[in-house]
């Protein structure tokens, strides 16, 4: 694999969507992925291979504050180092811009994420009730500091 990735282009948008379907029960559109595109709180980065579309991650950052949106990878990509790749891209992203954090939702039964989440850094800080649908579930807030000295926010 000649993993590569790069900030969000138009080009990769029918391919995302497509992924969003595969990946979720409620997935953004075409349209709602093209409106990031002009999002001035927006980082989107696609994971390519060569140039195949395999995975994206999105992000918002507002403040000193980074909250990840979206983070998918192609089925037939996963458990090859490409999600890792793309987290290390957002929270490299996050510390570029002066956050204090990068947080995400995820649902309590992903086990998998969880797992690369804690194994990157990312500890969990809350629970979201009945956050998800199709089928309902909650979220665990996985939240990763970059000053690991802030007594502020305790793993609960």
């Not at 075409?30 to 999002?39: A, M, R």
């Not at 995975?55 to 037939?76: D, K, M, Q, R, T």
């Not at 490299?92 to 002066?98: N, R, V």
């Amino acid at each position: 694999m000649n993993l590569i990735l790069q900030p969000l282009e138009r080009e990769h948008l029918s391919s995302l969507a497509e992924l969003e379907k595969i990946c979720f029960s409620q997935p953004w559109s075409y349209q709602s992925l093209e409106e990031e595109l002009s999002n001035d709180t927006a980082c989107f980065f696609t994971a390519l291979d060569g140039e195949k579309v395999i995975g994206y991650i999105g992000l918002f950052i507002v403040c000193e504050s980074c909250f990840v949106s979206n983070i998918a990878v192609y089925p037939e990509y996963r458990r090859k180092g490409v999600a890792t790749a793309l987290i290390e891209r957002a929270c490299d992203c996050a510390q570029a811009h002066g956050t204090e954090f990068i947080s995400l939702e995820v649902r309590r039964s992903n086990e998998q994420a969880l797992a690369l989440y804690r194994q990157l850094g990312f500890r969990e800080m809350g629970v979201r009730k009945n956050y998800y649908r199709n089928p309902p579930e909650d979220a665990l807030i996985m939240t990763k500091l970059f000053d690991e000295t802030d007594e502020g926010m305790v793993n609960q």
